[in-house]
């Protein structure tokens, strides 16, 4: 059966237009990383949230600043610390003499895009305070709920986890980001603009209102995912849970945040609709941090990302033909 996609190609390609804007704009802050860039951007539409693990110095807060920027929305920064805490981030309530009440007073999670600058430097009691705003985009003090704003967005850097003052996230939290990625040290040619000053500090005008970025999402939401991608993506999950290598599989919400993730992908290259390159090409992004490995496989050294390529080697992608039909020209 023909199923037409809810957004046209011309549509498409004029969001594109806007995100490869918004691309080239953070792109001049962080030279030589257009990946990683169309990642942040590309999770930032699908709705999700970043976290970006790297040695110090690599530009991890420069990105997460550059993504506050493009977008014209409210945006806060909190540096996580061992001392810091939980109410540090939600808000508290403080009692008013004059009033003779307690009134609440917004922490800086109320914001469109929060930089998690080093999380995983504070207790994890801290880091569990960002719970409930990433998956229910509300927090809750002293019994009550405050909605947070529209679009929210957290991302998060931390330093490699064998680095001395750091805690592991826990698995709960990890599975709320829908991405995890590194930048890398640049290349030569990058490397030599950047001690050469040619990088821009910030960025001037942003290219996306939040309105205009939530229109943006709605499109990507609607990008066409044919069966046999589905299906593809089913047994990706499905895999994770029965490699020997690994304890503990991927989540239902791994899945959902895939296939999103990949929607906006798509979006981003001027599509409406989604190839299976698209999937293999975020899978492990989307998965690696998710998965718990086995103790054969820690003591052997291997990694979740290698277990993620290794199971995309041994699981066969639909043909184009079959995911195109019902992309709408």
Do not use: C
């Not at 809810?6 to 953070?26: C, F, I, R």
């Not at 914001?111 to 985009?137: G, Y």
Request: hydrophobic share 45%; net charge negative; proline share 5%.
């Amino acid at each position: 059966m023909q199923i037409n996609s809810m957004v046209s190609a011309d549509q498409a390609a004029a969001a594109s237009g806007y995100l490869t804007t918004a691309a080239d704009a953070v792109s001049q802050m962080l030279l030589g990383k257009r990946y990683t860039v169309e990642l942040a951007l590309a999770t930032l539409v699908a709705g999700g949230h970043l976290l970006l693990e790297d040695t110090p110095g690599t530009g991890k807060t420069l990105l997460a600043r550059a993504v506050a920027q493009v977008v014209e929305a409210e945006s806060s920064r909190i540096q996580f610390t061992p001392d810091l805490l939980p109410g540090d981030i939600t808000g508290s309530s403080v009692y008013n003499q004059v009033k003779n009440s307690f009134e609440f007073h917004p922490g800086p999670i109320f914001a469109n895009i929060v930089l998690a600058d080093e999380i995983n430097r504070a207790s994890p009691k801290t880091q569990a305070a960002l719970l409930e705003a990433m998956q229910e985009k509300q927090v809750t003090v002293d019994n009550k709920q405050y909605r947070l704003k529209a679009p929210f967005m957290v991302v998060a850097t931390q330093n490699p986890v064998e680095q001395a003052g750091t805690y592991e996230l826990p698995e709960a939290q990890l599975d709320r980001f829908m991405v995890k990625t590194s930048i890398g040290f640049p290349d030569e040619i990058a490397l030599t603009q950047i001690l050469a000053g040619h990088g821009v500090p910030e960025i001037k005008q942003p290219v996306l209102s939040a309105k205009h970025l939530a229109a943006i999402s709605e499109l990507a939401s609607n990008i066409y995912v044919s069966a046999p991608v589905i299906d593809y993506v089913q047994r990706i999950i499905i895999s994770t849970r029965t490699v020997v290598e690994l304890a503990s599989g991927a989540s239902v919400r791994a899945g959902i945040a895939l296939l999103s993730l990949a929607r906006a992908w798509a979006l981003i290259r001027g599509r409406n609709y989604v190839l299976p390159e698209d999937v293999s090409e975020l899978a492990q992004s989307v998965l690696a941090h998710r998965l718990i490995l086995s103790a054969d496989a820690v003591y052997n050294g291997i990694s979740t990302a290698q277990v993620v390529q290794e199971i995309l080697r041994n699981t066969a992608a639909p043909t184009e033909t079959s995911v195109r039909q019902g992309g709408r020209q």
